[in-house]
């Protein structure tokens, strides 16, 4: 790696799900129950079917609930609330990260396709409060989610993001490609790489990845 790839960086962006914290953790197990058992009453539908829809929409929209809102104009709202109430107890501080997060220069961000309520609660297990500029979720992205590029503009713009000088950090290589696009550096985070052309820079351990970006 080299940091001259990032010597023009100012702007420093991160996914929250799998990116602050490690896989490992499975917090989208409990999510991903809580979507299901969503999707059965909202649909009336039995567990296998609303299984099927939930991995058919996160395929076709990039979450479940985009597909919920343009097939069935399910109110967000009450999902985002009921899917993100898990338990976190299992998370943990992560000095070594935070350390390397806030020697960042210039700003830091984290944009996720979950709630902001539920970033602020994460962030907070992670020990990472207080270290972003900016905490957005998909509700400020109009409930538009990543992969869409509507989603980063609208977001970026929120944030006055200057993609030319920005980062991203995601663990969802389709999650990069429109940061790509614009032209910022983008750093797969991921327990294995998956080369492609819009992705920049692969890393298993992104406190590792921040601390080589910073020494001197």
């Not at 996160?58 to 985009?66: D, F, I, N, R, S």
């Not at 967000?76 to 997060?101: K, M, N, Q, W």
């Amino acid at each position: 790696m080299s940091t001259h790839d990032f010597s023009q960086v100012t702007d420093w962006v991160f996914d929250l799900d799998n990116t602050l914290y490690p896989p490992s953790a499975r917090l989208f197990d409990q999510i991903e129950v809580k979507m299901t058992d969503f999707v059965m009453r909202a649909l009336g539908v039995d567990r296998a079917h609303a299984d099927h829809l939930r991995g058919h929409y996160w395929q076709l929209y990039g979450t479940t609930l985009a597909g919920l809102m343009h097939e069935h104009d399910v109110d967000p709202a009450p999902y985002l609330t009921e899917v993100h109430e898990i338990s976190l107890d299992h998370l943990t501080p992560d000095p070594a990260l935070r350390a390397g997060i806030a020697a960042l220069p210039g700003r830091r961000i984290v944009f996720t396709n979950g709630s902001a309520p539920y970033a602020n609660r994460v962030l907070a297990a992670r020990g990472l409060s207080g270290l972003f500029d900016g905490i957005y979720g998909v509700e400020h992205a109009e409930f538009h989610p990543k992969p869409s590029a509507r989603a980063f503009d609208t977001v970026f713009a929120k944030a006055g993001i200057s993609p030319a000088s920005g980062a991203m950090f995601e663990d969802d290589p389709r999650n990069l490609r429109h940061p790509h696009a614009l032209g910022m550096r983008t750093v797969h985070v991921a327990p294995a790489p998956e080369p492609a052309d819009h992705i920049h820079h692969h890393t298993d351990d992104l406190a590792v990845f921040l601390a080589g970006l910073t020494q001197k």
